[in-house]
Every structure is written in structure tokens, then in C-alpha cells.
């Protein structure tokens, strides 16, 4: 049987931990070319071994154009195409108003916004009719959170893109859409839940499905909105949070 990505050029940033890795995984076996981005070469070496397939990494900061344009000359030479954008890389870190500094404003939204902003723009020239780009969103886009004011105010930016691009894009043919996890049991989330107690337990009771999401569960949202299967869904969030959002 036919594989549903088969020989098509898959670029996932941020893919050597997380929701990217477990995504990479998840489309390498379903046939794609697929591209890992990551700022640690050593740990890009070790992702690429465990999504395997060939898969290729070009490591870079997302947050830096010219490392994207060494990614996408990469592809480029390789392939002359990018069917699917993953634009995942993503930081998550805290502040509360009063007590928010430049720093960490510019690296969240320098990561998350910006980087989001040049990973899309610049796979545009690789796409043609039928591309999908899919964003990484959050649940803490649409809810407030203690001290997550400058991290939700990116996944709010993201949703948004999502809208403009898909007007933006409606002549090329290339669709765009937002995946928007809850919490999800990544390692970064497993050493937060060990270092504070109590979170776990906090998190179980709000999520009406009772328990955390598996980094797959994230992943097969994504390959459906990169798929044909979703070939009518445009400008939309996907939520895969459990119903933490909508309920
Ligand atoms: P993670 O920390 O496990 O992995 C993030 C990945 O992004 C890593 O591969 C890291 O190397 C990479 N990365 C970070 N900054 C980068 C940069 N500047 N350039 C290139 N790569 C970079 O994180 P995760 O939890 O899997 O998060 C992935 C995305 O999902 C993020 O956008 C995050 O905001 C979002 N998200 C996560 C959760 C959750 O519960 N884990 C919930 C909602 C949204």
C-alpha cells in the first residue's frame, strides 16, 4: 500500500525533541524526505537516528534568516521543493507583568513569532499548489495563564497568522493551519512535573480527559492537516489538548 507521504519534502523545525521529534517520526514512516532543524548538533545527530529513514538535519537557530536560508538551499539543491512546512520550534518561558524584561520578551517572540514568520516565508519560493504549512500553536493562546502573558501573546500571533496567510496564499493553492497542544507529556514537561509538585495533579483535574496528551497524539493532528484528508480546512486551530480549551 502506498504511504500517505511518500516522497514528499517535509521540513519540521524544532524536531530533535518533543512534539517535532515525535512528528518527524510519524511522517518518516509514512514515506516522507523529512528535514530536522535544531540548534545543537550533537542532538540533532542523536534525533536523526531515532527517526531514521533517511531523514536529514541542518541545524540552526529559527530565530536567524540565514541559517533558514541555509536549510532552504539545502532543500533546494536536494530536491527543488517543500511540500509540507512544519513550523514548530518554540520556547515557552515565564514572566509577570511588572516584571518582564527585554531579554525574554525578544527571545520568546524572536523565536516563536519571528521565527515562525521567516521558517513560512521563505519555504514559499519551494511551494507550489497543494503545499501545507502548519503551525504550532497553544492552548495558552486562547486562555490566561499566571505569568505567560509574552509565550501566549506568540501562540495568539500564530493563530492569527494562520488567518492571513490562508488569504495571502489562496491564489498559490497552499494551504495553512494552526495545531494548538495542551500540555503534553514531552521530557521538558516530565522534568517540570518532577521539579513542582503538585502540577500533575493540578493538570489531570483540568483537562476533562484526565491525563496529559502523548507527543503522537500531536503528531497524527499534524500529518492530518498537512494531508489531503483535511483538503477543505483552512485558516483553522486544531486543538489537541484533551478539551482543556473548548470544553
Ligand atoms: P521541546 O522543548 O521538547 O522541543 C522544542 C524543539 O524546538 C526542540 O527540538 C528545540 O531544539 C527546538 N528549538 C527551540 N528553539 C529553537 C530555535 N530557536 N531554533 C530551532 N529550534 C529550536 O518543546 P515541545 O514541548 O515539543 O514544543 C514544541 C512546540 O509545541 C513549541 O512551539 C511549543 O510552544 C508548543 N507547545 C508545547 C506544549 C507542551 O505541552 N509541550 C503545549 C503547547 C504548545
Redesign the pocket.
Known sequence: MAKRFDKKVVVI?????????ATAKAFAAEGAHVYV???RQE?LEEALEEIANGAIGVQ????DPSDLDRLYARIKQDHGRVDVVFA?????ESAPIGGIEEDHFDRVFG??VK?TVFTVQKALPLMSAGGAVVL?G???GSKGFANLSVYSATKAAIRSFARTWTVDLKSRGIRVNVVS????L????QTYLQNNAGAEEWMKQAIPFGRLAETAEVAKAVLFLASDESSFVGGEELLVDGGFVAV
Open positions: 523545525t524544532g524536531g530533535t525533541d518533543g512534539i517535532g521529534l532543524t535544531g540548534r542532538r540552526g537557530d529559527v530565530s514548530n520550534a518554540g520556547i515557552s523565536i516563536n521565527g504550532t497553544s492552548g495558552a497542544p495542551g500540555m503534553v514531552t521530557p521538558a514537561m
